[in-house]
């Protein structure tokens, strides 16, 4: 029986480059303000970026730059699912809620949004482009992330 292997260099890779934005302002908020500096036109999928084994649904924008041959996507990396919790003990019929934060990438768990550029060899400055972002007073900070260390990195890979 012939053994077939896919490694993890030949399927899924990550061609783009990876902004990770600490902020405290909701996802709509800094879309636009992202969009306002960088003259992009980031809008609000559909759908959001979700999973078939988790429960989360990360807020996910995106815009294809028809002129500059590159894809634009802003994606939260937190999602808050609360439960309930029933209190059998109790005479009255008692819910706690239990709030349980899910990250799309783990690894970054401090990280509130990423942006991801997918360049097609025009070369966008990203050092110019986390300039300013940093100069924006919704950011806290930002920077370059590597993408070879990320173990969860097929899921900032979008369709």
Request: some cysteine; overall charge negative.
């Amino acid at each position: 029986m012939i053994k077939h292997s896919i490694l993890d260099e030949d399927f899924g890779q990550l061609d783009s480059q990876i902004v990770a934005i600490h902020t405290d302002s909701e996802d709509f908020r800094l879309c636009y303000a992202i969009n306002r500096v960088l003259q992009l036109n980031l809008s609000r999928t559909d759908n959001d970026l979700c999973f078939n084994d988790s429960p989360a649904a990360f807020s996910w924008f995106t815009w294809h730059d028809e002129k500059q041959f590159c894809k634009w996507n802003l994606v939260s990396n937190k999602f808050q699912l609360e439960t309930f919790i029933e209190d059998s003990e109790s005479l009255f019929t008692n819910e706690t809620p239990v709030t349980q934060l899910i990250h799309l990438i783990p690894e970054y768990e401090k990280v509130n949004y990423f942006l991801t550029v997918e360049d097609e060899g025009t070369g966008i400055d990203i050092s110019k482009l986390v300039a300013q972002l940093m100069d924006l007073p919704q950011v806290i900070t930002a920077y370059l992330v590597e993408s070879k260390p990320i173990k969860s990195k097929m899921n900032l890979i979008f369709c």
